[in-house]
């Protein structure tokens, strides 16, 4: 409230917790038009939990893995099984599901939502098919699983990218993305990452917030 003077600095909060996790979380937690709650203890939990936990963790952990045990460059993709393609399908499928939400019903916050979806699935899929266990009895395999990893975070850092344009052209950046290649249009098999492409070295995204009050 104006009149109360306890109007929340936009600008300190940009300080404390940066610019993309600010947009993303009034983003999330706020439906369009409509009035929402604000806490500190709500920001740093969607920063924690949705950022550094849930995407953040998922990049750093295929990055890597891929920088240790691949050569530092996208694995050539094998057969793929049903488990695979599905998740793949889910990928290429979140424009085709958000855009209806964006231009017919202005709801962001169940865009975030039905990308986090995506998010979540990648996670379990990675806890699934262990790459690290496959790195001792089935390179073929473990290189197909990590090449659809890796075309999923394209997927996301792609939808995602207007929402949190700064870190998610950091997060393309490590996939070696052109500039002109982070649009919507690309979101599509024929536009798949190719193998043996070489990505830099991995770097966190979302580092945990750790209060120090």
Known sequence: SKSLGNVIDPYELIDSYGLDPMRYFMIREVPFGQDGDFSRKAMIGRLNSDLANDLGNLAQRVLSFIHKNAKGRVPEKGI????????LETAYDIVKKVRPLVVQDQALHRYAEVVWQ???AANKYVDAQQPWALYKVDLARMNTVLYVLLEV?????????????????KLL???????KYRT?????AEHALKPGLELPKPKALFPRYVSTS
């Open 80 to 87: 793929l099984t049903k488990v695979d393609e599905k998740m």
């Open 173 to 179: 950046e490590l996939l070696s993305i052109p500039e």
């Open 118 to 120: 995506v998010v979540s």
């Open 184 to 188: 919507f249009d690309t979101l599509t």
């Open 153 to 169: 975070i394209r997927c996301i850092g792609l939808v995602i990218k207007p929402i949190m344009p700064g870190s998610m052209d």
